[in-house]
């Protein structure tokens, strides 16, 4: 009996043995990118997420080291860029920055550029690193306390060197070969390399906005060869930059006398964006004293470039609830009950807005206590629904494919 037992357990186990083993994992690859493809970064995982408006669904994520990250997207070749931070014990030990380089069509890296362990890193990265317009040079702000630049030759994929700035910070694109940034008297500075990266020569305007009275935020937009920065009380500042020197256009307001009475403000942590077909102005704006500025927005105005004429009046509702990353109701009677509380009573609590820049523009916006994005038609102002889960929460958008570049 014994050795029938112990033949059957034989049997058994030789056939267990047999099962082929089970695959795990694939790769799956992305089409060509589309219009209606955002991505959101998230504070809390350290990530950035590929969000599907039309299709409501995450498409991929890159990661990015210790903190905020922010993707930037090369124009004439299949790159994506992520200045990105790393300690040897997750929070602390030895740090090492590196430019990551990322296939758009796996979300794969490939590639890194080692660069000075001195990179800005903030809870918001806009004008932290900047492409040129030939995407021959990435700059990278560093802030130690002094600020400095980190040029990465993304041709050689090289550490090309590093160019101090004259008590000035920030970076954007110039030109071909030329970064902006904003300095603390309320000057711009324009720094231009040479073919191999080095400094070629440097412009220091004299003060365009003052600090002490009415400071800029660094959370511009671009049309064309022109930044647009908005100060704290509302007043946008046109930077001209296709000349050999920085041109400063004339200054309007996004507020007359009685909105300003009204105490109506620009509001959240990335309070502007464009559509660049249409040349209109999107502005995330809310109710507040003075100082406010970062202060969630209930409301985004949309203006027209050319004269500065507001066209038009959206109001938000809450991009919606997450927990641990996962939607507290999307879908079905309950699903819609609770949206139309939603709707109905929460505050919008908006952060951050984007527009997508196809023909049929999507305005989105988010709120870094959602792991979830809002979605409005951009030219209607018509709200289409929520896209979730994005993650723990929904911090810098970009909506970088379709339409004319920058």
């Known amino acids: 009996m014994r050795r029938i037992v112990i033949a059957l357990l034989l049997a058994a186990v030789t056939a267990r043995a047999e099962v082929a083993p089970e695959s795990t994992g694939s790769v799956e690859t992305l089409g060509p990118p589309q219009p209606h493809w955002v991505w959101t970064a998230d504070l809390l995982l350290q990530r950035s997420a590929l969000m599907d408006l039309d299709g409501g669904r995450m498409l991929g994520i890159i990661n990015g080291g210790y903190g905020t990250i922010m993707p930037l997207f090369a124009r004439t070749r299949p790159e994506i860029y992520v200045p990105a931070t790393y300690y040897s014990r997750g929070t602390h030990g030895t740090r090492t920055d590196v430019v990551e380089i990322y296939d758009p069509t796996t979300l794969g890296l490939v590639g890194e550029v080692e660069i000075p362990p001195k990179r800005a890193t903030n809870a918001v990265a806009l004008g932290h690193a900047a492409l040129s317009d030939d995407d021959r040079f990435l700059a990278v ?9 980190s040029i990465v030759d993304l041709a050689a994929r090289r550490f090309a060197g590093e160019i101090s700035l004259p008590g000035c910070s920030l970076t954007y694109a110039a030109g071909n070969r030329r970064f902006l940034s904003l300095c ?14 080095n400094e070629a020569s440097r412009v220091l305007t004299k003060p365009f ?7 800029v935020t660094e959370k511009a937009v671009r ?6 920065f908005v100060s704290f009380d509302g007043i946008i500042h046109p930077v001209d930059l296709s000349g050999p020197e920085p041109s400063f256009g004339p200054t309007w307001s996004l507020f007359n006398a009685d909105e300003r009475a009204e105490k109506w403000r620009i509001g959240g942590m990335q309070h502007l964006a464009v559509h660049r077909g249409t040349k209109r102005l999107y502005a995330l704006v809310h109710r507040g004293e003075r100082d406010t500025h970062k202060e969630p927005g209930e409301e985004v105005w949309v203006y027209d470039l050319a004269d500065g004429r507001r066209l038009q009046r959206v109001a938000l509702v809450n991009p919606g609830f997450t927990i641990y990353g996962f939607p507290i109701a999307f879908g079905g009677v309950g699903g819609r009950l609770f949206d139309w509380l939603m709707d109905s009573f929460a505050p919008p609590l908006v952060g951050f807005i984007t527009v997508t820049q196809d023909d049929a523009p999507l305005l989105v916006t988010s709120s870094q206590f959602s792991g979830s994005l809002g979605v409005y038609d951009a030219r209607s102002g018509a709200f289409r629904g929520r896209v979730g889960p994005t993650g723990f929460t929904s911090d810098v958008l970009q909506a970088p494919w379709g339409g004319a570049a920058p």
Do not use: R
Request: zero cysteines; a negative charge.
């Open 184 to 197: 603390a008297d309320g000057a711009a500075f324009v720094l231009t390399l040479d073919e191999q990266g």
């Open 223 to 228: 049309v064309g060869s022109t930044w647009l």
């Open 141 to 149: 702000f560093n802030w130690t306390t002094g600020t400095s630049l």
């Open 209 to 215: 906005f003052d600090p002490k009275v009415d400071p």
